[in-house]
């Protein structure tokens, strides 16, 4: 092969890795500089204030300045019961802007889409408009958050789900920019797997709002087992955190070291919802509102759950070697 063709077939590489990493928006999030990395995760919260969200919005603001966190990650189900209508609908400022109030709490804000998000009007959740109403607000369908010692990695999982398609019910999902499905999860996965593949982040921490294992009401979401889960384990995942299901859990891979967080209770919870059958590598399952928070070194994450009242529900801390962290 003469140099022509392979500097053209070298063009061509280059152009399909520069379309492959630009799908997934890389944000920079600066951080305090002391090593620390500390965020809130709630979810599946949008309800105007109803059905215990003020409280845990309340309980949130306090751990929030005792942590002296940094952000705050949403696991998408933004507003119920069917999204936003347009980026002027009321409901923004009624569930999220005039319920988050405490101090704490007014520091960017990543969200995800749930799949009541898509009942309703997905793009107006993505548009700049809503920034200038409220600039905690970011959501995206999938991108990437880097704040120095971890990145995060937000993924759209409602298009995985194949019941969405095939047995939608009375609900109108909004699946424009999304179609064809099949494609676009193909090209989110390949962007998925290449920026995690090139991260030289110490924590790697993935983003959904759909769970892979649960034992509440959803259960584990097949989809995400075959087509997710073995790009997260082939590439060191630590966490991987999502919501849909209402409440707070922690599952153990049984084939790797990353953890399954559900943060979904930050309004309505599901009392006595639990599938016992589907408990391997439980750790930690509560079936009322809350949150949780993560609080990340160089060496070690913290992961605690919170109750409505701000109690300690359950503590977890995982260390890394400084070599590793370092390299």
């Given amino acids: ?13 280059l152009l399909i ?50 942590m002296d966190i940094d952000f705050v990650v949403s696991t998408g189900d933004n507003f119920y ?42 793009v107006a959740q993505l548009s700049p408009l809503l920034r200038k109403i409220d600039s905690r607000w970011l959501c995206l369908r999938s991108f990437i958050v880097n704040a120095e010692l971890a990145e995060l990695f937000f993924v759209d999982t409602s298009p995985f789900v194949d019941e969405y398609f095939t047995n939608p019910g009375d609900h109108v999902y909004d699946w ?5 499905v099949k494609t676009y999860i193909a090209h989110l996965l390949k962007d998925l797997e290449l920026a995690l593949e090139n991260s030289k982040a110490t924590w790697k921490i993935v983003v959904g709002h759909h769970a892979i294992r649960s034992v509440s009401h959803h259960g584990d979401t097949l989809e995400l087992v075959d087509q997710l889960l073995p ?38 919870a599901w009392r006595g919802d639990v599938n016992t059958s589907n408990d391997q590598g439980l750790k930690f399952f509560y079936d009322g509102q809350g949150f949780m928070s993560v609080d990340l070194t160089y060496t070690h994450v913290v992961i605690i759950f919170y109750d409505v009242f701000g109690s300690i529900l359950h503590r977890w801390t995982m260390s890394k070697p400084l070599l590793h962290s370092i390299m």
């Fill in 176 to 180: 424009r920019d999304v179609s064809p």
């Fill in 1 to 13: 092969m003469g140099s022509y063709h392979k500097t053209m077939v070298l063009l061509v590489v």
């Fill in 17 to 66: 890795v520069c379309r492959i990493s630009a799908d997934l928006e890389r944000f920079e999030q600066t951080t305090k500089g002391d090593g620390t990395l500390r965020f809130l995760v709630v979810g599946d919260w949008g309800r105007k204030g109803e059905f215990n969200q003020s409280r845990v919005a309340f309980q949130m603001g306090r751990i929030g300045e005792k």
């Fill in 81 to 122: 019961d069917n999204g936003l209508k347009g980026v002027e609908d009321p409901n923004f400022v009624d569930s999220f802007t005039d319920i988050y109030t405490a101090k704490s709490l007014q520091k960017q804000w990543f969200n995800v889409l749930g799949n009541h998000d898509y009942r309703g009007d997905a």
């Fill in 231 to 268: 790009i997260l384990q082939a590439n060191d995942v630590d966490l991987y955190i999502n919501g849909h299901d209402h409440c707070l859990q922690r599952i153990s891979d049984t084939k790797s070291p990353i953890q399954f967080l559900t943060s979904g209770a930050g309004s309505k």
